[in-house]
């Protein structure tokens, strides 16, 4: 069974731009989540998405937003970047979305602002 | 709040010696429990869980963890650790209802000597 897969690895953009990251969770899953990786705060959650509703959302602004696709593959979006959006951002997937179920993550999308 | 602190940023042990990464969460409600570990350039492996009952959980690689409600702590253990063990180890709490909407620790990274 195919793991949970990103795209891109690795992405530079410019302070303002906009960026899109994508996720394609395991066979089956239908809960997604996203978090974002960085050195000084660790490891924050940005939001979850289930049957294609988002069901939680983490503390960030309103520049961070997300969809999830009819095959539960999904979709982050950030606009207007700033320096500190730099981070890893990874995507997990789980069945159900419970926390019963063990989540599945993703190797991550490398993003650089400069 | 909730929140997961993992006081240890960086722990070094020589190979075949024990291991004990200590991880305290705050958490209003019952807590579900994890352990994570990230080898460099890969996402999280999930290690072990903790729901209930049982205070002493088995995972993958030979790795453990007790849950004590006293202390509101979920420290993990490996009597004897092996080169590949290095990597960077993360405690993650989440809570019935809340989804995936886990908080997770800063990390601890851990170096193995031979």
């Known amino acids: 069974k195919a793991g949970v897969t990103q795209t891109p690895r690795y992405l530079i953009k410019t302070r303002g731009q906009q960026v899109t990251l994508s996720c394609s969770p395991i066979?089956?899953?239908?809960?997604v989540s996203w978090y974002q990786q960085t050195p000084g705060q660790g490891l924050q959650f940005l939001f979850e998405?289930?049957?294609?509703?988002?069901?939680n959302k983490g503390n960030f602004p309103g520049r961070f937003s997300g969809r999830q696709f009819s095959n539960s593959r999904s979709e982050m979006n950030v606009s207007t970047l700033e320096l500190g959006d730099s981070a890893l951002y990874l995507c997990?997937?789980?069945?159900?979305?419970?926390?019963?179920?063990?989540?599945?993550f993703g190797p991550g999308t490398r993003l650089t602002v400069t | 709040a909730q929140s997961v602190t993992q006081p240890d940023i960086h722990i070094t042990v020589s190979e075949g010696a024990s291991l004990e990464l200590r991880c305290n969460y705050s958490?209003?409600?019952?807590?579900?429990l994890f352990w994570y570990v990230q080898s460099p350039g890969q996402g999280l492996q999930l290690l072990l869980k903790?729901?209930?009952?049982?205070?002493l959980v088995q995972g993958i690689k030979g790795f453990e963890a007790e849950f004590k409600r006293s202390q509101s702590s979920f420290n993990l253990r490996k009597p004897s650790v092996h080169w590949s063990d290095a990597a960077e180890y993360f405690c993650?709490?989440?809570?019935?209802?809340?989804?995936?909407?886990?908080?997770f620790g800063t990390g601890t990274s851990l170096t193995v000597i031979p």
């Open positions: 903790y729901f209930s009952g049982d205070t």
């Open positions: 958490y209003g409600a019952t807590p579900y």
């Open positions: 998405y289930f049957s294609e509703t988002q069901r």
């Open positions: 997990a997937s789980s069945l159900d979305g419970t926390a019963a179920y063990e989540q599945y």
């Open positions: 066979s089956g899953h239908r809960s």
């Open positions: 993650a709490v989440g809570a019935l209802g809340t989804g995936n909407q886990f908080y």
